[in-house]
């Protein structure tokens, strides 16, 4: 076993007799909303937005975008389990930032292995076999932080399966200070 395993494990061991009433915590998240956000490591949204078990939907992808699965999943939200609110959060230093789908269509054609990045950019050491696949996947990469989230605002709001009247809103998070920003609807405000 890994290390990494064995520590989840011992971890999952002391969680379960903690557990409780958590077992009563009823399926619809209690604070009726939902967060689309980063699968960042440095981004604990329990802890920025001051969320116990039970309070909402907190969904995650690279970079918190609002992708086709990420809206099916605030869909399912709010029409099956009640959620009224949806908040976006992108972050600074985001590394969906780092890279274009050039770049990691190049990679992934090299090779599947884990690449590296220096002051040269991104750069491949695994040896092949790699595939073309990832040259026809849109890694929704992006170079404006704030556009992003209106972006991704803007797309949640236009989906014909949101109510108009379901509030969306969009923040930005700074991973050096832990603070959140609300994103002007308007670009450069």
């Known amino acids: 076993m890994s290390t990494v395993l064995d520590e989840i494990l011992a971890a999952n061991a ?6 409780g009433e958590r077992a009563a915590l009823p399926l619809p998240p209690g604070r009726k909303f939902a967060i689309l956000t980063c699968m960042d490591a440095r981004l604990d949204p ?3 937005a001051g969320l116990k078990e039970g309070d909402a939907h907190v969904i ?19 029409k099956l389990l009640g959620t009224q609110e949806f908040f976006v959060v992108h972050h600074t230093n985001c ?14 054609s090299q090779s599947l292995e884990t690449a590296v990045v220096d002051e040269h950019g991104w750069h491949d ?5 790699g595939s073309p696949e990832g040259r026809g996947v849109d890694w929704l990469t992006f170079e404006d932080l704030a556009q992003s ?9 236009q989906s014909a399966l949101v109510p108009e009247n379901l509030p969306v809103r969009g923040f930005i998070y700074d991973v ?4 959140l920003q609300e994103v002007s609807e308007e670009q450069g405000a």
Do not use: C, K, W
Not at 60 to 78: F, K, P, Y
């Open 176 to 179: 050096t200070t832990g603070g």
């Open 60 to 78: 995650r992808n690279a970079g918190g975008r609002a992708s086709d699965d990420a809206i099916r999943s605030l869909v399912i939200s709010h």
């Open 46 to 48: 329990a802890h920025f």
């Open 95 to 108: 590394g969906m930032q780092l890279f274009t789908n050039d770049i990691m269509g190049d990679l992934l």
């Open 14 to 19: 002391q969680y379960v007799t903690e557990f």
């Open 125 to 129: 050491v695994g040896q092949g076999p």
């Open 149 to 157: 989230v209106r972006d991704d605002v803007q797309r949640i709001r």
